[in-house]
């Protein structure tokens, strides 16, 4: 019996030891650009609107090239992601970009090409043009599903509307679990957008802070729960 006892706890404790490192929380301030991976961007530290953080923008002259910011040891899945963003157009961008700032998640970084993305729309939440407001917020998936193929497809399952301003600090939150994905803003309890289907659900990547190349972005807080 004692055997029997001793055993089942040593294998509890080793089922446990496995489930804690595969588990984990990491938190990244993202007051500076050190350790971060910069795809086709630049990022320096700032302080904006009273708090500290990054801002991303497009190197000059990269025009429909991925821009992205992938964060190290991180290899993501399942679980959830919380930061502080802020996006606006950027000084010279055509007066129809919307300020598209967002996270990726299940970053293929063999090519960078390939990810699931959440993304808001600044300039669209305020709007006097009912249409434009309920294109606040978007998922996509790279590179078989961008905005205007799940719009011509699914119009208005894959965005919806929430208040959110240019430039303004905006605190979401990405809970995904297999192909579910549901987002949070301003420490809702319920989702501004649910995707049932994401399309890469088998698949697991990195995380990185994403934008448009016509975005000037910042960033800070980031913290990612995998389970």
């Given amino acids: 019996m004692i055997r029997t006892i001793m055993f089942f706890l040593i294998s509890f404790t080793s089922i446990w030891g496995q489930i804690l490192e595969d588990a984990y929380v990491k938190t990244f301030s993202l007051n500076s650009a050190e350790g971060l991976e910069l795809i086709n961007v630049t990022a320096d530290a700032v302080e904006h609107n009273g708090k500290n953080g ?35 157009p950027a000084p010279n961008a055509d007066p129809q970009m919307r300020g598209f700032v967002g996270v990726a998640f299940r970053v293929d970084t063999s090519n960078y090409s390939s990810y699931e993305c959440i993304y808001l729309r600044p300039t669209n939440a305020r709007s006097d ?27 208005g399952l894959y965005e919806s509307y929430v208040d959110i301003a240019p430039g303004e600090w905006t605190k979401i939150k990405i809970e995904v679990a297999g192909g579910v994905a549901k987002l949070y803003l301003h420490d809702a309890e319920q989702p501004c957008l649910i995707v049932n289907d994401l399309k890469h659900e088998e698949l697991e990547g990195k995380i990185a802070l994403w934008l448009h190349t016509s975005t000037l972005a910042c960033y800070r807080n980031l913290v990612v729960t995998s389970n």
Avoid: C
């Fill in 129 to 155: 043009n009912q249409l434009r407001r309920n294109h606040s917020v978007q998922y996509v998936s790279h590179p078989e599903f961008p905005w205007y193929k799940l719009r011509n497809d699914s119009p």
């Fill in 54 to 88: 990054i801002q991303v923008s497009a190197i000059e002259g990269k025009i429909n090239v991925e821009t992205l910011v992938v964060i190290p040891d991180i290899i993501f899945q399942d679980g959830t992601i919380e930061i502080e963003l802020t996006g606006e």
